[in-house]
T-cell receptor, first 114, second 114 residues
Framework: AQSVTQLGSHVSVSEGALVLLRCNYS??????LFWYVQYPNQGLQLLLK??????LVKGINGFEAEFKKSETSFHLTKPSAHMSDAAEYFC????????????FGSGTRLQVQP | EADIYQTPRYLVIGTGKKITLECSQT?????MYWYQQDPGMELHLIHY???????EKGDLSSESTVSRIRTEHFPLTLESARPSHTSQYLC?????????????FGNGTRLTVT
């Protein structure tokens, strides 16, 4: 079985501040991990993914995430928030290689204050 | 620019009506999915398909049905809509050849049943 927990349904930061969105996963096999972003009235867009190899993954729009197996975490960070980063962010895991469907976390709404 | 298209974007319909939500993709992906997104953002897998004539139920029980007669087309049907079906429905597709292939999402259909 696989699951994802996103800590904090809402996160608010000031423009220029560090963004940290937390994600912990549960998986009985080595997972593939993803972060998606959803802007209002749109579908989900892939930010970055971890499969194997380097544990620090860089994505689009200046975001990156680090896979920490010992902590079962895959937190998303960005050094300096921009107003355009305000959106919903979803962490997802695919450890069910038979079905190959993603299991999503409940999402985190990021607000960026001017 | 989306390679996966959902229509309609918004639908308001009365109880008891039959509806079909359309989803088409131009990427030649074998795997397609329907997710239901609650007002509180969480996504739940309701249907998926490995290819033509293949359909499976997902994690969340749904009264909807799907069909996969053509690779590019994966419509979802509700025979008799009810207010409890009010939600956003997201269609996605992925390349079956790799376990870590990301999902590509459409922009969603926001359904309101009155």
């Amino acid at each position: 079985a696989q699951s994802v927990t996103q800590l904090g349904s809402h996160v608010s930061v000031s423009e220029g501040a560090l963004v940290l969105l937390r994600c912990n996963y549960s998986s009985s096999v080595p997972p593939y991990l993803f972060w998606y972003v959803q802007y209002p009235n749109q579908g989900l867009q892939l930010l970055l993914k971890y499969t194997t190899g380097a544990t620090l993954v860089k994505g689009i729009n200046g975001f990156e995430a680090e896979f920490k197996k010992s902590e079962t975490s895959f937190h998303l960070t960005k050094p300096s928030a921009h107003m355009s980063d305000a959106a919903e962010y979803f962490c997802a895991v695919n450890a069910d290689t038979g079905r190959r469907a993603l299991t999503f976390g409940s999402g985190t709404r990021l607000q960026v204050q001017p | 620019e989306a390679d996966i298209y959902q229509t309609p974007r918004y639908l308001v319909i009365g109880t008891g009506k039959k509806i079909t939500l359309e989803c088409s993709q131009t990427m030649g992906h074998d795997k397609m999915y329907w997710y239901q997104q609650d007002p509180g953002m969480e996504l739940h897998l309701i249907h998926y398909s490995y290819g033509v004539n293949s359909t499976e139920k997902g994690d969340l029980s749904s009264e909807s049905t799907v069909s996969r007669i053509r690779t590019e087309h994966f419509p979802l049907t509700l025979e008799s809509a009810r207010p409890s079906h009010t939600s956003q429905y997201l269609c996605a597709s992925s390349d079956l050849s790799s376990y870590n292939s990301p999902l590509h999402f459409g922009n969603g259909t926001r359904l309101t049943v009155t």
